[in-house]
Every structure is written in structure tokens, then in C-alpha cells.
Antibody, heavy 120, light 110 residues
């Protein structure tokens, strides 16, 4: 069974940093592109970032480019999101999601999410 | 770059059929596949349609997807509505390596 478990969320002040983690199990982690998708309170889904299976290609939404870094540890079956210079508008539930590996980007499994709150 | 526009909300009665639209702002809807996700309150999204009209295993065949080039739109149709179908539904497509989500449609089954 595919499982994705996020952690690392919490309350952080504007301008602060946070590192999110996603522990993956139940599939060949190193074979899949992985994604982060966020959802602000009461709002819709917003794609944040993607990383290729080998970790050599990273993509970012314009709203986070330059402030967020996606990475992965294939040996440890883990995905990360380093978030710096956080703003109030980064407040959201952050979901780790597995790309379906069908040749176009979409998510076939999602984690339960971790809440990031940016507030003074 | 393009955006996907969905109606904010729809409602229908149990047992009926409802269709949710997702209109692409530029470029053809047929250029990239469209997926649909269901998100019940307080839970993570789950996929109900992929590649325009394919149903994942475990998703009832009451859920179906289609695209219409003339209106540049994708559609999610749910037949035989049940109260458990009440949820937010999001369409999604891709733009190069980026994912693009529609704004979501709240389905009320009353």
C-alpha cells in the first residue's frame, strides 16, 4: 500500500524558515517524480514544486521560486521542502504527492498533509 | 500559461446526474490530459478520473470524464448521485512540468 506521511509543519514567524519532510513507503520511491501541493485555508489546490525521480530536475511555481527548495533522499525514501523567507500567504496545508509516472504530470497518491502557519 | 475555470458550486438531488465543467483559458484542452480529484471535507484529495476519461480502480463507474474541443472544456459527470459524493472537485492539467489546478467546485447533494 502506498503511504506518504508528511511532517515538519508548524507556526513560524514571517521571514522564518521551515523544513517539511515526507516519508514514503509501499512503492519504489526512486522511480517516481514527487510533488508538493498546498492548500490555503478555505482555498483551492496550488501546485508548489516537483522533483524528478533521480533528483536532478526541480520545478517551482512562480509564487515560491527563489524561496523554496525541493530535494529528496532516494536511499531513505524521503522527500523534503525547505522553505525560507516565509510570508503570511504561504500559510497552508502542504501535501506530498506521488506522480503517476504516466508521461504527464498528475498525482495518483497524496499524503494527509502538514499545516504551515506563518504569523507573528 | 493557462488557467482552468470551474463553477464555484453545483447542487443536485440524490439519484440524479450532475456535470462539472473545467474550461481552459488558452491552448487546446486536448493538448494535455485532464485529471479530476475529489476532496471530502477534512481529507486529502483523491483522484477520480485521469487522462480525460480513465477511472482508477476502486472508483465507481458512476464517475466519468470527457473533453469537448469546441468549448475547450473538460467535464466530470457523476450519475446516480449519493450523499457521499458531496465534496469539492478539482480539475488539473499540466503545463510543461508544472501542474495547473482549477479553482474547485463544491458539489452539494441535497
Amino acid at each position: 500500500e502506498v503511504q506518504l506521511v508528511e511532517s515538519g509543519g508548524g507556526l513560524v514567524k514571517p521571514g522564518g524558515s521551515l523544513r517539511l519532510s515526507c516519508a514514503a513507503s509501499g512503492f519504489f520511491f526512486s522511480s517516481h517524480t514527487m510533488n508538493w501541493v498546498r492548500q490555503a485555508p478555505g482555498k483551492g489546490l496550488e501546485w508548489v514544486s516537483s522533483i524528478s525521480a533521480a533528483g536532478n530536475y526541480m520545478f517551482y511555481a512562480g509564487s515560491v521560486k527563489g524561496r523554496i527548495t525541493i530535494s529528496r533522499d532516494n536511499a531513505g525514501n524521503s522527500l523534503y521542502l525547505q522553505m525560507n523567507s516565509l510570508r503570511a500567504e504561504d500559510t497552508a496545508v502542504y501535501y506530498c504527492a506521488r506522480d503517476a509516472n504516466r508521461g504527464h504530470a498528475y498525482n495518483d497518491h497524496w499524503g494527509q498533509g502538514t499545516l504551515v502557519t506563518v504569523s507573528s | 500559461n493557462f488557467i482552468l475555470t470551474q463553477p464555484h458550486s453545483v447542487s443536485e438531488s440524490p439519484g440524479k446526474t450532475v456535470t462539472i465543467s473545467c474550461t481552459r483559458s488558452s491552448g487546446s484542452i486536448a493538448n494535455q490530459y485532464v485529471q479530476w480529484y475529489q476532496q471530502r471535507p477534512g481529507t486529502s484529495p483523491t483522484i477520480v478520473i485521469y487522462e480525460d476519461n480513465q477511472g482508477p480502480s476502486g472508483v465507481p463507474d458512476r464517475f466519468s470524464g470527457s473533453i469537448d474541443i469546441s468549448s475547450n472544456s473538460a467535464f466530470l459527470t457523476i450519475s446516480g448521485l449519493k450523499t457521499e459524493d458531496e465534496a469539492d472537485y478539482y480539475c488539473q492539467s499540466s503545463d510543461s512540468s508544472n501542474q495547473v489546478f482549477g479553482g474547485g467546485t463544491k458539489l452539494t447533494v441535497l
